[in-house]
């Protein structure tokens, strides 16, 4: 079925996956943009009920993969209020379009929904966020499930790929690495890494499969953020020793942090029938691949 899918956040690193993905196979697929200006994409503000109204009026989607947010985890601490605008506010903006326009809403979440003492977690685990992006990705997540029609929660954790803002944790970490700088990664946070591309194939073959509800969906293995930072480094072959173990209380940090988080995946590849990516394979898949210029 040939749907017109409209993906909010699309010059972030999940929403150029999922564009990327949705246009390879046809229909119609348009995507936005609040800060990073590109000639493919809409200028868009989802805090904008006039904005959204106009989007939804003239393009008509059927599927609305709601990826924008603000995700840095510190910055979210210590603006609340201005944060609470996009993650929660814009969140129901979407949904009420949603329902007018008959769309299926597909939103990301994510696994610090949790409080890290008992991970990896399954979707029946009570949420217990420790942080303000925690508490307004839960409060995003109760406004769909009690409000929307048709909806979507995809839960992931530690994205990761090539993307063209260049500001995820293995850009970090590699960009550290070429110049031979040493680099701190807490070696006692535990969550599981999941491969950007693999992560967009599963959302779309959700919403191909009509379902509906909450799915965690991520890579199968859960690691240390150092465990993970090592293997990306033998993956692009650089300096591991470089990479200087460190307990997170150390970085000083605004926003506290789930230690020991990371999902299940049992529900989703029930689903799908088949396996995720577990971050071996897609940190070699990614090694292999050239990054956006």
């Known amino acids: 079925m040939k749907r017109t899918s409209l993906v909010i956040g699309a010059s972030g690193q999940i929403g150029q996956h999922c564009l990327a993905a949705l246009r390879r196979l046809g229909g119609t697929s348009i995507g936005t943009y609040k800060q990073h200006a590109s000639t493919e994409l809409i200028s868009f503000d989802v805090t904008s009920i006039e904005q959204l109204d106009r989007i939804m009026d003239t393009r008509r989607p059927d599927v609305i993969y709601l990826t924008a947010c603000i995700a840095n985890v510190d910055y979210c601490e210590g603006h609340p209020d201005e944060t609470y605008e996009t993650n929660v506010i814009g969140v129901r903006n979407a949904v009420e379009a949603a329902n007018r326009y008959d769309s299926k809403l597909v939103y990301l979440s994510s696994d610090y929904l949790f409080d890290g003492m008992a991970g990896p977690y399954d979707e029946l685990t009570p949420a217990k966020p420790l942080s303000v992006y925690g508490w307004q990705k839960l409060a995003a997540e109760h406004s769909i499930a009690a409000f929307a029609n048709d909806w979507l929660i995809i839960r992931t ?137």
């Open 157 to 293: 954790a530690v994205v990761y790929s090539w993307e063209s803002q260049g500001k995820n944790f293995l850009y970090r970490l590699r960009n550290s690495l070429m110049q031979g700088r040493q680099i701190e990664v807490p070696a006692d946070q535990i969550s599981s890494p999941t491969y950007a591309p693999d992560l967009v194939r599963a959302m779309i073959q959700l919403v191909e499969q009509d379902e509906h509800g909450v799915f965690h969906v991520c890579g199968p293995r859960i690691a240390t953020r150092y465990e993970f930072a090592v293997a990306a480094a033998r993956a692009f072959g650089l300096n591991a020793s470089l990479i200087v173990p460190v307990v997170t209380a150390e970085l000083n940090q605004p926003a506290r942090r789930p230690l020991k988080a990371g999902l299940m995946v049992g529900k989703i590849e029930r689903t799908l029938g088949r396996p995720m990516l577990d971050f071996a394979d897609g940190l070699r898949e990614m090694a292999g691949s050239a990054p956006p210029c």
